[in-house]
C-alpha cells in the first residue's frame, strides 16, 4: 500500500455551472411589507461579483466522503468539537471567483410555492430568485497539509463526482428541482513531499518555488448508487404552468401565461415534483387511510424542514408546437355565478414531446415500491400539469425509456419486487403504531 504523506497538496481547477445555480444570501422584503419575504438575492463580494462560498463546497465533499469513504472524513475534516480528541480538519477549500468581472452572469426566476395537499399556490408566496446562468465558470484553489495518499484519492474522486450531469453531486438550494448541478474540470494538482519541504526549509526561497510536483489524479471510482429514470412527457392538452414575471398591466395582455426559457417551453422540475408529490399522498392515503402517516411518509420522500429529499426533479424545455389563446369568465365557487370584473385572459402551450430525468439517491425499498405505482398512474394518464387540471387543462401521459425505447408497463413489472411493497407496508405500520427507527 503506499503510505506516501505529502505535507502541502494544492488542487486547481473550475466549477461550471450546468443548470441555474442559487446560493442564496438574505431574504428581501417586499417594499412597505416588513417581514414578507419576496426573494432571494446570491452571494456577492465586495465587488458585487457572485461567487461560491468555500463552505458550501466543503459541506458538499464532506457529506459525499462521509458516505463513500468514512474512515477518510475525520482526517480530512476534523473531530467534533467538545470532543476528547477536538482536532481541526486538514482541508482548506477556499472562496471560488469569477476570473473576470461580469454583469450578464444573473439571471431573475419567478416562481409560487404549492400547496402540496390542495396543488393550488399558496396565498402571498410569489418568489422572486436571482439564479447564476448555465455555463458560468467559477476559478477555485482547495489546499490540504500532511494528507496521505489515500486521502488525497478519495478527496478528488470526491470532487469528480460533480459531474453536472443528473447523477452527479448538487450544490446550493433547489436540488430535488433540478438546480445546482456543477462540473469540475481539475486543471493541475501540485504536491510537496517531506524531502522537497526540508529542502526549502534549509533555503531561503518562497513556498511557490519550492521543488513541487505534478500528481497524476487517480482512476475513476466505483459507481454510486443512484438510480435514474428518463420520462418521456407527452402533452395531451395545452400546458399553462404561469409565469408571473410575463404579467403586465396592458389591457388586453394575457393574465396568464405559460413559462418560457428562451423560445421554448419551460415545465420548471418544482411542478414536476409537486404533481408527483401530490399523487404518492394520495396512495398512501389510500394504502393507509391514515393522512397523518402519508404526510409523515411524503416528508421522507419528498423532503420537508426536518429531511432532504432523495429525489431529484429536473426543469424540461420542449419546443412548441402553438399558442392556445382563450379568455374565460370566473366562476365564483360558493354562489355558482359569474364572478364580478373577472374575465381572464391567457395564454397557453401546445407543446411537442419532452424528455426529463428522475434521479433518486439510493432510495429504500419501500420508496421505490410508492414510485413505481406512481409511474404507473402517470403512464395511464392520471396526472395533470399547471393550471386548469378542472378545465381540460395539463393533461399528460408518460413513457419510461430503455436507451430510446418505451418499456411497456408489464416491462415495468418485471422490475418490481414484492419485497419492495412488504417494506412499504411494513413502514406504514411503524408509523401507525409509532414504533418508528
Not at 199 to 207: F, I
Not at 389 to 410: E, S, Y
Amino acid at each position: 500500500m503506499n503510505t506516501t504523506i505529502y505535507r502541502r497538496v494544492i488542487i486547481e481547477g473550475s466549477l461550471t455551472t450546468r443548470s441555474d445555480l442559487q446560493i442564496g444570501a438574505v431574504h428581501d422584503e417586499l417594499p412597505g411589507s416588513p417581514g414578507e419575504p419576496a426573494g432571494k438575492g446570491i452571494m456577492r463580494d465586495a465587488n458585487g461579483q457572485p461567487y461560491i462560498p468555500g463552505s458550501s463546497l466543503r459541506g458538499v465533499l464532506a457529506a459525499e466522503i462521509r458516505r463513500a469513504t468514512p474512515h477518510h472524513f475525520k482526517k480530512l475534516f476534523g473531530e467534533a468539537r467538545l470532543t476528547t480528541k477536538e482536532k481541526a480538519g486538514i482541508l482548506r477549500v477556499f472562496d471560488a471567483t469569477l476570473p473576470t468581472q461580469t454583469s450578464s452572469n444573473t439571471i431573475q426566476r419567478t416562481r409560487v410555492s404549492i400547496d402540496p395537499v390542495t396543488r393550488t399556490a399558496k396565498d402571498k408566496h410569489l418568489i422572486h430568485e436571482d439564479v447564476l446562468r448555465r455555463g458560468t465558470c467559477f476559478q477555485i484553489t482547495i489546499q490540504a497539509d500532511d494528507i496521505d495518499q489515500q486521502a488525497l484519492d478519495a478527496l478528488l474522486h470526491a470532487l469528480n463526482r460533480f459531474t453536472g450531469k443528473a447523477d452527479g453531486l448538487q450544490l446550493g438550494g433547489g436540488k430535488s428541482i433540478g438546480r445546482g448541478h456543477i462540473q469540475w474540470q481539475q486543471k493541475q494538482i501540485r504536491v510537496l513531499d517531506e524531502p522537497a519541504f526540508q529542502q526549502w526549509l534549509d533555503g531561503d526561497q518562497p513556498l511557490s518555488n519550492a521543488n513541487w510536483q505534478l500528481h497524476t489524479p487517480p482512476a475513476p471510482g466505483a459507481a454510486i448508487t443512484t438510480q435514474s429514470w428518463r420520462l418521456l412527457f407527452h402533452f395531451d392538452e395545452p400546458l399553462l404552468i404561469n409565469d408571473p414575471a410575463e404579467v403586465t398591466d396592458q389591457p388586453e395582455a394575457p393574465r396568464l401565461c405559460y413559462r418560457r426559457h428562451g423560445d421554448k417551453l419551460l415545465v420548471p422540475g418544482s411542478s414536476i415534483k409537486g404533481v408527483f408529490r401530490a399523487r404518492a399522498r394520495r396512495i398512501l392515503i389510500t394504502i393507509s387511510n391514515n393522512p397523518n402517516v402519508a404526510d409523515q411518509l411524503i416528508g421522507k420522500m419528498f423532503g420537508s424542514t426536518e429531511n432532504a429529499s432523495r429525489w431529484r426533479f429536473h426543469d424540461l424545455t420542449t419546443h412548441i408546437e402553438r399558442k392556445h389563446e382563450q379568455t374565460l369568465i370566473a366562476i365564483d365557487r360558493f354562489t355558482g355565478g359569474v364572478q364580478d370584473q373577472a374575465l381572464l385572459n391567457l395564454e397557453a402551450a401546445i407543446a411537442k414531446p419532452a424528455i426529463t430525468t428522475i434521479v433518486a439517491d439510493n432510495p429504500p425499498d419501500w420508496q421505490k415500491a410508492l414510485w413505481y405505482l406512481i409511474l404507473r398512474d402517470a403512464i395511464e394518464g392520471d396526472l395533470n400539469l399547471g393550471w386548469g387540471a378542472a378545465r381540460g387543462f395539463g393533461a399528460f401521459h408518460i413513457g419510461v425509456l430503455d436507451d430510446k425505447i418505451t418499456q411497456p408497463w408489464k416491462q415495468l413489472q418485471q422490475q418490481m419486487n414484492e419485497a419492495w411493497f412488504d417494506a412499504l407496508d411494513e413502514k406504514i405500520q411503524q408509523h401507525k403504531t409509532g414504533d418508528i427507527a
